[in-house]
T-cell receptor, first 109, second 113 residues
Framework: TQLLEQSPQFLSIQEGENLTVYCNSS?????LQWYRQEPGEGPVLLVT?????EVKKLKRLTFQFGDARKDSSLHITAAQPGDTGLYLC?????????FGSGTRLLVRP | EAQVTQNPRYLITVTGKKLTVTCSQN?????MSWYRQDPGLGLRQIYY???????DKGDVPEGYKVSRKEKRNFPLILESPSPNQTSLYFC????????????FGPGTRLTVL
């Protein structure tokens, strides 16, 4: 069974701080996605990374796909209260999408 | 507006009473799937469909049925719900199986007493 482990599970930080969320697996994925979910809503795609070593930036968010395509990280610079939410990584493999258990982020004003 | 809709949004029922959660998408997507979300377990796939009349089991299919008679609709059926099926359910659709964005519905919170 393919698994994606996310860490940390919970993160509470002050506005302006930086943070990194990790998504790790022993399996190789053809691509990896990061979603953000807010209470009462479904997840919404932030980014898809496809190539090993790929780095994508979305404003203050930086996403990296590991060289071996088994892991990924999400780095947020100068976090803001609007970044609060549940962050989910998801890996594509063999026509399936495997989700990590999520990182719940709280950014305090 | 491109969207995935689910109904109902909230449902409280009793053990054994058959129920259906509807899902509809207006983006002409071929691929649709159902997930359940439980605390600490993330999203787990229940069933998916690659096109009309083509469905397959995901990771947690026990106790669920689906059908795909039309491209836009993908209902989730619980023939005899049990308390361990209390969960938050999401329907999703996408253009293709692999490497494409999943568009999620707003979720259905189901409680089985």
């Amino acid at each position: 069974t393919q698994l994606l482990e996310q860490s940390p599970q919970f993160l509470s930080i002050q506005e302006g701080e930086n943070l990194t969320v990790y998504c790790n697996s022993s399996s190789v994925f053809s691509s990896l996605q990061w979603y953000r979910q807010e209470p009462g809503e479904g997840p919404v795609l932030l980014v898809t990374v496809v190539t090993g070593g790929e780095v994508k930036k979305l404003k203050r968010l930086t996403f990296q796909f590991g060289d071996a395509r088994k892991d990924s990280s999400l780095h947020i610079t100068a976090a803001q209260p609007g970044d609060t939410g549940l962050y989910l990584c998801a890996g594509h493999s063999s026509y399936k999408l495997i989700f990590g258990s999520g990182t719940r982020l709280l950014v305090r004003p | 507006e491109a969207q995935v809709t689910q109904n109902p949004r909230y449902l409280i029922t009793v053990t054994g009473k058959k129920l259906t959660v509807t899902c509809s998408q207006n983006m002409n997507h071929e691929y649709m799937s159902w997930y359940r979300q439980d605390p600490g377990l993330g999203l787990r796939q229940i069933y998916y469909s690659m096109n009309v009349e083509v469905t397959d089991k995901g990771d947690v299919p026990e106790g669920y049925k689906v059908s795909r008679k039309e491209k836009r609709n993908f209902p989730l059926i619980l023939e005899s719900p049990s308390p361990n099926q209390t969960s938050l359910y999401f329907c999703a659709s996408s253009l293709a199986l692999v490497d494409r964005e999943q568009f999620f519905g707003p979720g259905t919170r189901l409680t089985v007493l």
